[in-house]
C-alpha cells in the first residue's frame, strides 16, 4: 500500500473542497410508526474527527447515523453537513450532497452477482453522468478512481471477482472502496465490523484510521463494542433511548461510563478482545 | 444449561387436523358431485356416449396409430414457421420484460402510482386467454403467422412481467440503500445493481415462455394463426388422421427436444 494518497492524487482538482463539518442542532426523529428514535440531539463534529457512536440495541444509533445523509429524514431540528442545510435538500442537490458522504454497513450491502469492480463503480453514481452508467461506459477517471480505491483496501487482484464470492473481510474492504470512490469528506459506518471475526474486525477498523488520518475525513462510526470505540476513535457520543447521553474523548471514556449509557453493568460481549 | 443426558426429554405430540382433513375432504367431494348434476347446472358427463362410439373412436384410433411418414416433407415448411413464431414472440416479449417488469416491481420502482398501474394493464393482458388474443387478431389483421405471434408476445409479457416483478419484491435488495446512499438516481441503481441481479429470474422465466410458445403456437393454428396448427386442422378437415398422427408426433418430438434444451441451459444459471 502507498503512502501517498492515490485517489485525491488521482482526482486532481476535482475532489470536493467541501467540508467534513457536521452540526446538528436539537434534532429530533420520529418515526411514521410513533417510534421517538433521537430526542433533541445538539452536537457539532469538526472536519476529520474521528467519532464512535454507542448505545444498546435501539437507542437510535443507526437513525442518528442515516439522518446524515438524509436516508432518515429529521423530524424536528437542523443538520448541515458543511454548509448545507440536509432537510432543505432534495432530488439533484440531494444526490449531490450524498455523493460526497461514503457510507459502508454492517450487511456490507454489495450486489453480489456482480463484478467487484462494478460495485465499486456505484460509488462514481453521483459524479458521472447518467448516460455513462446506464450504457455500462465508466470514463477512464472514473475508472482509475474506483481501481485507486481498490488498491488502497488491498484487493484491487480481485478486481474481476463475483462480489458475492468473497469472505465478510473482503467484502467490507470492496464496500469501503466504494465508499472511497465517492471522494467522501465524511464517512458514515453503521456497525462496519458486528458481522466480523475479530481479526478482521480489527483489520477494518484499522483501515478505518488510516482513511481518517491519511485523508483527513470526517468518520463517524457506530459501534457496540467499548473496545473498538476506545482503540480506534478519540471522541465517543453515547446513546441512551435516543437522547445523547455522553460526549467526550472515547480513550478517557471510564466502565462507569459506558454503564451509565448502557444503563447496566459491563458484560462480557460488551468488548471484543483480541487486540492485534 | 442442560445438560443432554437427561432422559426425560420428551417430543411433544404432533399436532392432528384429522377432523379438519376429514371435513375439506368431504366438501371437495360433495362440490365435485354437486358439479356434474345437469339438474342443479353442472356439467353434463355422460359416459353412456363413450361406449355408443366406441366404435367409431376405435377405427379413428387405428388410423392415428399408423402415422402417414410420406407426409413428413409437407410438414416441415410449416413447423419450422411454428418454430420462428415462438422465438420471435419469446425474444420480442423479452425485450419488452426488461424495463416493464422493473417498473412493476417495489424494490426498482417505489413510486407507487406507476407501480399499481403498470401492474394492473399486465394483470389485464394476462387475463385474456390466448386462444380468445388469436381469435381477435385473426379476425382483425387477417389469418396467417403475424396474429400467431403477437399472441404469443402478449401471452410471454404477461407471464415473465408478473412472475419476475414477484419474485424481485420477495428478495433482499441491500445493494439499493447503498446505491441510495452513494448518490446514485433509480434508473442508475436499477441499470447497474437490480437488473444484473434479476438476470437469472429473467432468463429462466425467458427459456420457459420460449417452452411454452412452441406447444402453444402448434394450437394456434388451429384459429388461423399460421403454423403446424393450421396444417393439423386442414388435414383433420379431410378425415386425414394418419397425416393428423404424424403433426402430433412431430409436436410431440419438438416440445421434448426444446423443453430438454431449455432444462439443461436453466439448470446451468443457477
Ligand atoms: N424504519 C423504521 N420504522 C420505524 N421504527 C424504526 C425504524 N428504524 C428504527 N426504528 C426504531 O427506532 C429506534 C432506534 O432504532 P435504531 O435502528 O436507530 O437503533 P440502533 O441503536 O441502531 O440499534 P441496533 O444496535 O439494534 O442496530 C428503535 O426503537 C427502532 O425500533
Ligand atoms: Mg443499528
Redesign the pocket.
Known sequence: MTASDPITAAAGDLAPAASGAITLRDVTVT???G?R?LRGVSLSIAPGEMVSVV?L????????IRTINALVPITSGRLLVGEQDVSRLSGRSLRELRGRIGMIFQGFNLAERTSVLSNVLVGRFAHSPAWRSLLGLPSAQDKQIAIEALDSVGILDRAWSRAGALSGGQKQRVAIARALSQQPSVMLAD?PVASLDPPTAHSVMQDLLRINEERGLTVLV?L?LMDLARQYTTRMIG?RD?EMVFDGPAADATDQDFEAIYGRPIQGRDVLGSAP | MSTHAQASATLPRRPTHRVRTALILAALIAFSVATCLPAIGGVEIDLESITRNWRNGASKLQQLAQPNLAFLPRTLGPMLETLAMAVVGAVTAALVSIPVTLWAARPSNPHTVTRQLVRFVVNIVRSVPDLVYATILVAMIGVGTLPGVVTLILFDIGVVIKLVSEAIDSTDHPYLEAGRAAGGTQLQINRRTVLPQSWPLLTNQWLYSLELNVRISAILGIVGAGGIGRLLDERRAFYAYEDVSLIILEILIVVVLIELLSTTLRKRLR
Open positions: 418515526y411514521p410508526g417510534t428514535a448505545g440495541s435501539g437507542s437510535g444509533k443507526s437513525t442518528l456497525e457506530n457496540h446513546l435516543g
